[in-house]
């Protein structure tokens, strides 16, 4: 059960694109449509931001995508906000039937 | 409202045990897979449980497997977590949460957190 590899940090300016990674292996990211992806401010709870790889759910700007090549996993956040700046996490199920996160990653709005 | 409500964390020794509660509403929560995660002070989230609706098949991570039990009511609407055997490395904030679930069909990913029972083990 080893946790999804993400970068620690990343940045950008208001209105510009940002892409989050996430890698796993074959028997979690790659096996099936099985990542999801959080956002979590200071002190709050994490909030679900992607489903089943690319579905965002009801109320989520359309600003934020995701997409999934092999073992990898992405999370792309377009025209950023301030607002947009949290630590964001990936997850997913595995083929063992336990879920797994990624470490997190911090963004920060320049 | 769709709403989870977590109770029952605190101070507690090493060794020693403590019974989490998750309050579900505003949702059929019997027909809900259920999660615990937790995130100790300054770090990422760490997935610890969870339990399937119906004849309840449970799974756990690694670092809780035969230390902790995950369990249900659905009478009472309530999601628990028994903790045994604490060690300090469980100190954290413990969440449960709702997987997503549309009709019948159950999705990759937690839509519903509660706000987190915090949870310390110390001597």
């Known amino acids: 059960q080893s946790a999804l590899t993400q970068p620690a940090s990343v940045s950008g300016s208001p209105g510009q694109s940002i892409t989050i990674s996430c890698t796993g292996t074959?028997?979690?990211?790659?096996?099936?449509?099985?990542v999801s992806w959080y956002q979590q401010h200071p002190g709050k709870a994490p909030k679900l931001m992607i489903y089943d790889v690319v579905n965002r759910p009801s109320g989520v700007s359309n600003r934020f995508s995701g997409f999934k090549s092999g073992n990898t996993a992405s999370l792309t956040i377009s025209g950023l906000q301030a607002e947009d700046e949290a630590d964001y996490y990936c997850s997913s199920y595995t083929s063992s039937t336990t879920w797994v996160f990624g470490g997190g990653t911090k963004l920060t709005v320049l | 409202q769709v709403q989870l409500v977590e109770s029952g964390g605190g101070l507690v020794k090493p060794g020693g045990s403590l019974r989490l509660s998750c309050a579900a509403s505003g949702f059929t929560f019997s027909d809900s897979y259920m999660s615990w995660i937790r995130q100790a002070p300054g770090k990422g989230l760490e997935w610890v449980s969870y339990?399937?609706?119906?004849?309840?098949?449970?799974n756990y991570a690694d670092s809780v497997k035969g230390r902790f039990t995950i369990s249900r009511d659905d009478a009472k609407n309530s999601l628990y977590l028994q903790m045994n055997s604490l060690r300090a490395e469980d100190t954290a904030v413990y969440y449960c949460?709702?997987?997503?679930?549309?009709?019948?069909?159950?999705?990759?990913?937690?839509?519903?957190w509660g706000q987190g029972t915090t949870v310390t083990v110390s001597s």
């Open positions: 339990i399937s609706s119906g004849p309840s098949y449970t």
């Open positions: 074959s028997s979690d990211v790659g096996d099936d449509n099985y």
């Open positions: 949460a709702r997987r997503f679930t549309a009709g019948r069909y159950n999705f990759y990913g937690m839509d519903v």
